[in-house]
């Protein structure tokens, strides 16, 4: 029975827990919910998700809401179906788990804080034909712009966000994270993924003198 | 040699790690960081902690910073110091560890996001002399109470905010969660203490009309 992901294509979040999967070959189906007619409002849906947002899952029975929490269960569960893993095993490296702890926190904290919001202005709220409050972008903006800063100091020491300095691999190229050339590559810089490419596609934020998130944007590898 | 613990005593994220540690009886040394003098914004403070926040460890020459990640990493390393573990074993039991996941970031987006912002406005900007931000208490505690609304709904169906509600262990007594008691007790649920408290002490929230939110206020208990 293939796992059923339960979201919107246009969430970040449902593109995440998608790109987990993917990554780890677990095979889904997207089963799409009609935010717009308030699906996800309904009693029915609470009762999985009492949050009332996407995405959650259904693996046969057990049900999770949570994008981070699903990619957490999904590296755990499947986690021989990839070469390199994109969750450093807790009790056989604590420090390298730890910091990517510390990286997953930082992600949730300094960056979908404020992207959650943008696009909440300026996706969400234009579906219901509200206007985008300019001022939240714009705040969120600035918080976004203060985060680029301390990632580009953070990647001047190491290749990815939960990276470890001593085996920096520079070069490498991007295709897939599962053929195992990436070794401190992350469930973190998956996170990122969804909204790195939207933001600076859109040239909201730019990479300009920060030359560590310029290469760590992989648009440009 | 005792853990470092850099912080501020003001600081929720400080206690966390405090009480984090004391529940697996770890000795630990606290650091003042003098915030109001900006050490913190220090060359050398961001060395440490590139966000220039409150707290980090250093724990024998391993810096760690976000207090999510430390407790994590707390409750790794010194798993065997507790009778009943407050972080699930990821490998052992999958989607119990799943769970917990969920119940952490719900935690981290339903929670936190909105505390952290009543206390930069009613206790950080007063120490730098500042007005609080009316508008932005108001809407943070417009969240908080849609966030208890729904955690009302989780803890009719479940003793603790990541607990399984196959195992609940009604009118268990509020002492330490080291002793075993309490089973289905995490570190999501120590995340959550020191703000309860603050809020329902300071009536910012109510729980009146929760019935299972006010059982879960320890203050009660």
């Known amino acids: 029975m293939v796992v059923k992901l339960f979201g919107a294509s246009f969430s970040g979040h449902t593109l995440r827990v998608a790109m987990v999967m993917q990554e780890y070959n677990v095979p889904f189906e997207l089963i799409k919910v009609d935010m717009v007619q308030g699906e996800h409002q309904s009693d029915a849906y609470l009762n999985n998700h009492p949050f009332g947002q996407v995405p959650y899952i259904d693996d046969d029975g057990f049900i999770l809401y949570e994008s981070r929490a699903i990619s957490w269960y999904i590296a755990t ?54 206007e985008p409050d300019e001022r939240v972008v714009e705040e969120s903006l600035q918080c976004l712009n203060n985060t680029f800063d301390v990632y580009d100091r953070i990647l001047s020491r190491q290749k990815y966000l939960a990276g470890d300095v001593s085996t920096i691999k520079v070069g490498a190229e991007i295709d897939s994270v599962a053929n195992g050339a990436f070794q401190d590559f992350t469930l973190v810089d998956i996170f990122h993924l969804h ?27």
Not at 78 to 104: G, V
Not at 203 to 212: C, D, Q, Y
């Open 77 to 130: 569960k499947y986690r021989d179906n990839i070469k390199a893993p994109l969750l450093p095993d807790m009790y056989k490296d604590t420090k390298k788990y730890a910091i990517f702890e510390q990286a997953a926190s930082v992600n949730e904290c300094h960056w979908e804080r404020y992207t959650t919001k943008m696009v909440r202005q300026l996706l969400i709220e234009p579906m219901f034909d509200n």
């Open 195 to 221: 909204t790195f490419h939207v933001f600076s596609s859109k040239a909201l934020i730019s990479t300009e003198g920060r030359p560590n998130v310029e290469r760590y944007d992989f648009s440009s590898a």
